[in-house]
């Protein structure tokens, strides 16, 4: 009798592991592998994600999602990309560190059949393996901050150029814009050694920025960044050197430059909703956890941000 009711006893557990494990496999949980969650853009996404997330978690379209920091390092961002698919993760939300380096992402998701979302800049290969990208047209940005250059500076002059990561999407789709402008400008020269890449950090950019001033003098008349930490720093520091007639401009809007723009420390910015980059990606989840096509390309338009219209995006 002893020995029926112990057989009994471990029929029993193994129905409720098996029964807590078909429970387990039945849930649906978003992979979200951010390009990073430190600098001031994407911790805006990140948080943006948070919200329209937690939103789809409290009305049960998803049971769940996880967090992944990926240091802005697409080595890092391969390893967990298998951490997500080892913890179960049936849809990955992906913001990529490097166009090459990040494409064998999708070709996993593709041959473990999860579909892949890619927000904000692209990787080699996301036309082709994503299910969807979400972001905004880069080589647009380059090109706004070329003709505002143009545009503030009409007599022309030399100018020098501050890229983000080498490989990023962002950085060269940005340069190809603004080269498409002022490369074919002849009152406008990129000074000899003026393009190098800060890699988004405000101290680089600032450090390149006092070597071409302290070289060039009156010949820099324009720097030209691909992202609004550089530029808002740089123009900071010719501003201190008593050069604000130099036009600084960047990629992004967040607080810091936008609050310059008010003040007139900054002449423009290119604002990017990253926010609204990331919360139209997640908009798109429920409709492909339900099997429908969605869009394979959404755009998300860039502003460009004066005085005239600053207000409407300071927050």
């Not at 029929?11 to 494990?21: K, Q, V």
């Not at 904000?120 to 090109?143: F, I, R, W």
């Not at 060039?216 to 123009?235: E, H, K, P, R, T």
């Amino acid at each position: 009798m002893k020995k029926l009711f112990t057989l009994l006893m471990v029929l029993c557990m193994l129905l409720g592991m098996a029964s807590f494990a078909a429970a387990e496999d039945d849930e649906f949980i978003v992979g979200y592998i951010a390009k990073n969650t430190v600098d001031a853009f994407h911790a805006t996404i990140n948080n943006a994600a948070k919200v329209a997330l937690d939103a789809l978690v409290a009305d049960g379209t998803i049971d769940k999602w996880n967090l992944y920091d990926g240091l802005t390092d697409p080595v890092t961002q391969n390893n967990l990309l298998e951490d997500a698919l080892n913890m179960g993760a049936d849809l990955i939300i992906l913001l990529p560190a490097e166009a090459a380096g990040c494409a064998p992402i999708l070709e996993r998701c593709k041959e473990e059949n999860v579909p892949i979302i890619v927000v904000n800049s692209m990787t080699d290969n996301t036309a082709e393996l994503a299910t969807s990208y979400v972001g905004s047209n880069d080589v647009q940005a380059g090109e706004m901050m070329a003709d505002f250059v143009v545009e503030q500076l009409p007599n022309g002059g030399g100018y020098g150029h501050l890229q983000g990561i080498i490989g990023n999407s962002a950085q060269i789709q940005r340069g190809e814009g603004l080269h498409k402008v002022l490369d074919v400008n002849p009152s406008w020269k990129l000074l000899d050694g003026c393009e190098q890449t800060a890699e988004w950090q405000a101290e680089k950019a600032v450090k390149f920025a006092e070597d071409w001033l302290a070289k060039y003098g009156d010949q820099l008349n324009a720097i030209i960044c691909d992202n609004d930490d550089m530029s808002s720093a740089v123009q900071a520091a010719m501003n201190a050197a008593g050069r604000s007639d130099i036009v600084c401009i960047g990629v992004d809007g967040n607080a810091g430059p936008l609050a310059m723009v008010k003040a007139g420390e900054l002449k423009a910015t290119v604002f990017q909703d990253g926010a609204g980059q990331v919360t139209t990606a997640i908009g798109l989840i429920k409709d492909i956890k339900e099997g429908k096509t969605v869009e394979k390309n959404v755009t998300v338009p860039f502003v460009l941000v004066t005085s005239e219209n600053v207000d409407e995006y300071l927050k």
